[in-house]
């Protein structure tokens, strides 16, 4: 099976953080394909030029660097993806998230991710 990482389950991997799981660590080195969505590398770039997020190189060489030590996919996204988003319930208000939930949606992934409004959208967490 594969599997989606929410921006906040990337950074967890890539930091070895103990807020992701075992169980979500393990789902993850299992999956068929681990995928990640280009709207992670947006929101990690624009944290990085706002002073959120430090790096230990550009946002583009520290994406590319996971990416590969992890062997994780880069999921675009698509138009009815970018329709989708919007027209979602109001459950969750962030952009970048509501684009993350409407590829799950669409390729019926589940999630790993911390944040459990996910699932009120009926696509399935890994905690």
Known sequence: MSILLDTCALLWLASGDASLSGNARLRITDAAI??????SGFEISLKCRRGKRELPATP????RGILEQHGLTVLPLTLPDAVRAPQL????????????????LRLALPVVTGDPRFGDYGVTVIS
């Open 60 to 63: 583009d060489e520290w994406m």
């Open 89 to 104: 319930p109001d459950i969750h208000r962030d952009p970048c998230d509501r684009l993350i939930i409407a590829a799950a």
């Open 34 to 39: 681990a995928y990640v969505s280009v709207m």
